[in-house]
């Protein structure tokens, strides 16, 4: 069956530019996470939906991330005058529930380059 | 959140068998210890998990100490395609449904 899709795939912006990035989870998976994984460096956790209640953001780095998933299905992560810090790969992962045990299934993520 | 210790890298050769260690001397009762591995250029992916008993899939074995302080995935048979960076996760099962804390992982390099 088909796994989790991200696009675009690749993004190059220029600094201060406003990207958006697409996350099309498993169908019918409830949980929803993007991660930020920095060169070199283990996946680090933004934010969780379950369906479409947004019911952590502690890891947004700053009121420029913003992320929705207002069916409880597709979600997008918004950057807003995007900095050379936020270059990194933005990972994309769902669960079909809400145990803590469930496996995370992820993305291919995306990589955005800022100039 | 309890915290994993792991190497930064190890290498073996293909066909061979990998032991990959991980420490987590502040376990809690209720942490389940997690594996996730990263091949190069794609999203994390699950490997297995375990609470006190040693597990087997068809991808690795999870073989826990018996104080729970420490435990080791193991590869029976590397192949290239295991080439990856492995994590070590504690998810905690009283909580819900909650992020993975990933810290830096091992990343194994397998010599043909």
Redesign the interface.
């Known amino acids: 069956g088909a796994g989790?899709s991200q696009s675009p795939r690749y993004k190059v912006a220029k600094r201060g530019q406003d990207v958006a990035l697409r996350c099309d989870p498993i169908s019918g998976h409830?949980?929803l996470?993007w991660?930020q994984q920095a060169l070199g460096?283990?996946?680090?956790?933004l934010t969780?939906f379950?369906n479409e209640a947004q019911l952590?953001k502690s890891?947004l780095p700053s009121d420029r991330f913003f992320a929705e998933r207002p069916e409880g299905s597709v979600s997008t992560l918004k950057i807003q005058r995007t900095q050379q810090e936020d270059s990194a790969v933005y990972?994309c992962?769902s669960?079909q529930?809400?145990?803590?045990?469930?496996?995370?299934?992820?993305?291919?993520?995306t990589r955005l380059l800022v100039l | 959140d309890a915290k994993t210790t792991q190497p930064n890298s190890m290498e073996s050769n293909e066909e061979e068998p990998v032991h990959l260690p991980c420490n987590h001397s502040t376990i809690s009762g209720t942490d389940y210890i997690h594996w996730y591995r990263q091949l190069p250029s794609q999203g994390p992916e699950y490997v297995i998990h375990g609470l006190t008993s040693n597990v087997n899939n068809r991808m690795a074995s999870l073989a826990i100490a018996e104080d729970r302080k420490s435990s080791t995935l193991i590869l029976h048979r590397a192949t290239l395609r295991d080439a990856a960076v492995y994590y070590c996760i504690l998810r905690d099962v009283k909580a819900g449904a909650q992020k993975l804390v990933f810290g830096q992982g091992t990343r194994l390099t397998i010599n043909p």
């Open positions: 989790v409830v949980s996470f991660y460096q283990g996946p680090e956790f969780y379950q952590d890891g990972l992962a669960s529930a809400r145990s803590p045990m469930e496996t995370q299934y992820f993305g291919p993520g």
